[in-house]
């Protein structure tokens, strides 16, 4: 059974750090992308990175470009999210999620097709 | 404001059928991006319900089904039961913001 736990959310002060991490099980973790999605309280979802399999590709939504930092550690199962300069706007329930892929036989098309249970994320003095 | 567009609350009685929509652009599902489609129920995380425009994973009941033309989704759900209220949200792939993107979720009620 594929399962994605987050924690290392929290309270933080606006431009303060804070790391998620995300533990995987249930799968080959390392032959997937994986993502972290976001949701604002009572708002909708917002993707926020991803990386690839062996992480030498990252893909940051432009609002966290320069401030997040997504990595993986493949020996351990592991997913990241390196959270840095903190604003109000970030606060939110993060989600860790497994990509799927779809070949349409024109594009190849990329969904969450697994999510955690998410770990809410507080920015606030 | 959302790239996709969804209705923000649909409702129908137990039996009913109802439809969500998803409304794109020519750079998203006007360009031929497939559609995603997830249902988060009250206080929990997303959950996969349709990916591909038309493919339900396995254990999605065949009440649940998507189809895709032109720059719009939908997402028909028949024999409506109470456990199908929730957050649907419809995603696909914008190339002018080269990100994924999200509808802005459409919450079902059930009468």
């Known amino acids: 059974e594929v399962q994605l736990v987050e924690s290392g959310g929290g309270l933080v002060q606006p431009g303060g750090s804070l790391r998620l991490s995300c533990a995987a099980s249930?799968?080959?973790?390392?032959?997937?992308?994986m993502s972290w999605v976001r949701q604002a309280p009572g708002k909708g979802l917002e993707w926020v990175a991803n990386?690839?399999?062996?992480?030498?590709?990252?893909y940051y939504v432009d609002s966290v470009k320069g401030r997040f930092t997504i990595s993986r550690d493949n020996a351990k199962n592991s997913l990241y999210l390196q959270m840095n300069s903190l604003r109000a706007e970030d606060t939110a329930v993060y989600y860790c999620?497994?990509?799927?892929?779809?070949?349409?036989?024109?594009?190849?098309?990329?969904?969450?097709?697994?999510w955690g249970q998410g770990t809410l994320v507080t920015v606030s003095s | 404001q959302s790239v996709l567009t969804q209705p923000p609350s649909v409702s129908g009685a137990p039996g009913q059928r109802v439809t969500i929509s998803c409304t794109g652009s020519?750079?998203?599902?006007?360009?031929?991006?497939?559609v995603h489609w997830y249902q988060q129920l009250p206080g929990t995380a997303p959950k996969l319900l349709i990916y591909?425009?038309?493919n339900r994973p396995s254990g999605v009941p065949d009440r649940f089904s998507g189809s895709k033309s032109g720059t719009s989704a939908s997402l028909a759900i028949t024999g409506l039961q109470a456990e199908d209220e929730a957050d649907y949200y419809c995603?696909?792939?914008?190339?002018?913001?080269?990100?994924?993107?999200f509808g802005g979720g459409t919450k079902l009620t059930v009468l």
């Open positions: 999620a497994r990509d799927g892929v779809f070949w349409s036989g024109y594009y190849t098309s990329y969904y969450f097709d697994y």
């Open positions: 249930g799968f080959t973790f390392s032959s997937y992308w």
């Open positions: 990386i690839k399999q062996d992480g030498s590709e990252k």
């Open positions: 020519s750079s998203n599902i006007g360009a031929g991006y497939d």
């Open positions: 591909g425009n038309s």
């Open positions: 995603q696909s792939y914008d190339s002018s913001l080269s990100v994924r993107v």
